[in-house]
Structure formats: structure tokens, C-alpha cells
T-cell receptor
Framework: GQSLEQPSEVTAVEGAIVQINCTYQ??????LSWYQQHDGGAPTFLSYNALDGLEETGRFSSFLSRSDSYGYLLLQELQMKDSASYFC????????????FGPGTRLSVLP | NAGVMQNPRHLVRRRGQEARLRCSPM?????VYWYRQLPEEGLKFMVYLQKENIIDESGMPKERFSAEFPKEGPSILRIQQVVRGDSAAYFC????????????FGPGTRLTVL
């Protein structure tokens, strides 16, 4: 099976950089995905790491290290609109195994 | 290019009634997934369907819940004899290919059981 752990809450100020970690226990998976969800909204796809290393998309970057069973989402130049919940998710190797989401990290960006 | 569509956005039912939630995937997507989210919690996988087939229903409660994705029309998540504990947000996602492809989510249906 698969299980993921994330910090429940993170607080930072506008303009800062924040890192949201995701550690996992899994028998194998294709890649690590990150989703953003604002209160009352739908999860929105942010990034996907199929391979180890850093993927950069604008202000957001995501990192994966399979050997460490660890990944993170890095948000730079924080803006108030970045206040949301962030979920990591993994997709199992076997056909039919679907996304398992982490519990989510609630990011609060302060002025 | 329209995204994933879900309706209704809000649904209120009394205990014992039936709830039907609809999901139309993105154009070109043939894989549909349903998730449930309780307040302040993460998403829990329920079921994965392709056209006319249920691929994985390991997350579905054994009773009262069913899902379908017919050849024509939207995917339907059906909850019979709803109870208060069914109150949650139900999200549908779709992907172009299954198994490894990125899933894109609809706006969700917020079910309230009185």
C-alpha cells in the first residue's frame, strides 16, 4: 500500500519562500504529483515528478528523491493568493492502483 | 476547451433519499475518477472508470454506493438511502490516458444530508 505524510500547517509572509515536504511509504509508484486547493474550490494540478530531481514551473518548483522517499514543493515570491491547501499524491505501479493523496498542508500567507 | 464539468454543484437530500452526481470529463478524456473529501481532510479515492467499465472500485463503500460511465453521457455516482455521514464534497477527475496520466478535477458537488 501507500501512505504519505505532510505537515498540517505552514505560515509564511508575502515575498518569502516556503517548502512543503511530503514523505511517503510505498511499494512503488510512477511519480509524485502536487495539487493546490483553495477553500471551497477544486484541486488544481501544479506539478509532476516522474524522475528524481527538480521540476520548475514559474514560481513553483517540485523535487523528488526516490532513494529518500521524499519530495517537496517549493513556492517562491509568495503572494496572498497562494494561501491554500497543498496535497502531494502518488500513483501506484499496478494497473488499477490509483492516486493516493496526502493529508494536505494548509499554507497561510501573511501580509 | 471546457474542463471537467460536475453537476449539481450543491445538492441537499434528506436521510433515506437518493443522490445522483454527474461528471462530464474533459474533451478527449476517457478515464474518470471519483473522490470524496470531508471538511478539513484530504481526498479519498472511491472509484476509477473507463467507458462502460469499472476498473477499480476499491474505495467505494460496499453498500448504497454505485458508479457508472456509460458509452454515451456523463459518469454518474449514485448514493442510495443517504445518511448524514455521506455529507461531503465529491470530486470527479478525468485523464486522457489511465494509469499514469495527470488527473484534472471538476469543481465538485457538495452534498448535504439533512
Amino acid at each position: 500500500g501507500q501512505s504519505l505524510e505532510q505537515p498540517s500547517e505552514v505560515t509564511a509572509v508575502e515575498g518569502a519562500i516556503v517548502q512543503i515536504n511530503c514523505t511517503y511509504q510505498t511499494s512503488g509508484f510512477y511519480g509524485l504529483s502536487w495539487y493546490q486547493q483553495h477553500d471551497g474550490g477544486a484541486p488544481t494540478f501544479l506539478s509532476y515528478n516522474a524522475l528524481d530531481g527538480l521540476e520548475e514551473t514559474g514560481r513553483f518548483s517540485s523535487f523528488l528523491s526516490r532513494s529518500d522517499s521524499y519530495g517537496y514543493l517549493l513556492l517562491q515570491e509568495l503572494q496572498m493568493k497562494d494561501s491554500a491547501s497543498y496535497f502531494c499524491a502518488v500513483k501506484g505501479l499496478n494497473y488499477g492502483q490509483n492516486f493516493v493523496f496526502g493529508p494536505g498542508t494548509r499554507l497561510s500567507v501573511l501580509p | 476547451n471546457a474542463g471537467v464539468m460536475q453537476n449539481p454543484r450543491h445538492l441537499v437530500r434528506r436521510r433515506g433519499q437518493e443522490a445522483r452526481l454527474r461528471c462530464s470529463p474533459m474533451k478527449g478524456h476517457s478515464h474518470v475518477y471519483w473522490y470524496r473529501q470531508l471538511p478539513e481532510e484530504g481526498l479519498k479515492f472511491m472509484v476509477y472508470l473507463q467507458k462502460e467499465n469499472i476498473i477499480d472500485e476499491s474505495g467505494m463503500p460496499k453498500e448504497r454506493f454505485s458508479a457508472e460511465f456509460p458509452k454515451e453521457g456523463p459518469s454518474i455516482l449514485r448514493i442510495q438511502q443517504v445518511v448524514r455521514g455521506d455529507s461531503a464534497a465529491y470530486f470527479c477527475a478525468s485523464s486522457r490516458a489511465g494509469h499514469t496520466d495527470t488527473q484534472y478535477f471538476g469543481p465538485g458537488t457538495r452534498l448535504t444530508v439533512l
